[in-house]
């Protein structure tokens, strides 16, 4: 096993990932163990196959440490103000079986939404927002576009009123730079303020829109149980968390590749029909998520070569995975007609992105429309200027300056 000191929080590995991983790689294994702000040290996996038969291995590699034998999570739990302790209730903290039966319930109300009904919604949001943008000749992507189109989406799929967009994007604002723990208690404040809300409109009469996801889990039963309000509140806070910001980074990350390829750029306006084979290519190499949430062996086990002890903890780096040269040739050339492209940026296994195909549709319709309305659209800066945000586990950008004309 090898210790590293490789910082993978710097704006400098989010800006070009491509040179640390490399030297990651030319350690040789396929766990490094690496020191993270808040986090401490953890064992990853940076290879494609370690990562992917990790987080498949539900019996060996579980979610609740509890269940790797370890009380200390349900002791904090305990501990913290009844409103933060129940975020924790939700499934991608939870085993089964616990985990199918959240999943199920909120799988029930997803698909009774299919995602192709959504897209005449999500285009017209884009060409709402990109109609904000005319006749003007330089503008900043990622404040009037990359973060409210997934905002404006996830608020209409979970029916909550368009007049609270603007007060979630203050109170969740405080999450965008979680690198050091002063950073994430000053965003505790926000995070109270989303939960309050959500435990009004959660309840029967509490102003969700009846054609809404919140509405449609009020009534999800499985084997005649239903949700409790808690349970509601933190499966609302984790579609929140889990299909904003991710989306609004694999939009900004995603089209900040096609500006930067002139190339890819002529190949995927020549012929829209490459637009899915782009989306998929954008989500490998951005990797929009780029840690898995840590898992603990339930068991003493050699996986990858190290001895694990049960309750030690690893987690998935996928934005390694997802440029393994045993897995992909040249894999930091950006290439949208790559096919077959096994990424693993929405994760697998049974905790498998659950907003996978909603992610997929506004990536595609955000970069359609960009495209379609402003066809000579490019970047204002070189991109060695833009700024990077110093943050654990996402790949964030701070702006994405473009000339439309
Ligand atoms: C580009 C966009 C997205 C990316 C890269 C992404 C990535 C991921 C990843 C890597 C995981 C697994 C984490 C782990 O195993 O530790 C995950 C889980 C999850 N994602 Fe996404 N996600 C995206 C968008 C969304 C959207 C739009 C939604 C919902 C509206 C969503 C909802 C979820 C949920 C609920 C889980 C937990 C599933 C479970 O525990 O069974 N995600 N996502």
Redesign the pocket.
Known sequence: MIETDFDIVSPAFHADPARTLERIRATGGPLVRMKLPILGKMLLCVSHEACGAM?KDKETFVRDPANAGSLTQERIIRILPRSLGLLALN??GKDDPE?RHL?GL?DQAFQRRGIQAMRPMITAVADQLLDGFENRREVDLMEGFCRDL?LSV?CA?LGLPDKDHERFKRWLGGLSDTANIGAVVRAIPGVLSVVRYLRKVARPDGGAKPDGLIFALQDAEINGRKLSEDEIVSMVF??FG??QE??TH?IAGGFLEILRHDDQRHRLQADPAMMPLCVEEC?RQVS??QL??PRWATKDIVFAGHQFRRGDSVAGF?TAANRDPAQYDDPHRFDITRHPNPHL???TG???????Q??RAE?AIAFERLLARFPDIRLAVDPSSLVWRKRVGIRTLAQLPVKLS
Do not use: D, E, N, Q
């Open positions: 987080l499934m991608l985990h999943r909120v997934p996830i799929m984790l579609l889990a299909g991710t989306t694999l989500l929009p998520v898995t949430k996928l940026s929405f994760g049974v905790h498998f992105c659950l907003g996978f909603l992610a990536a």
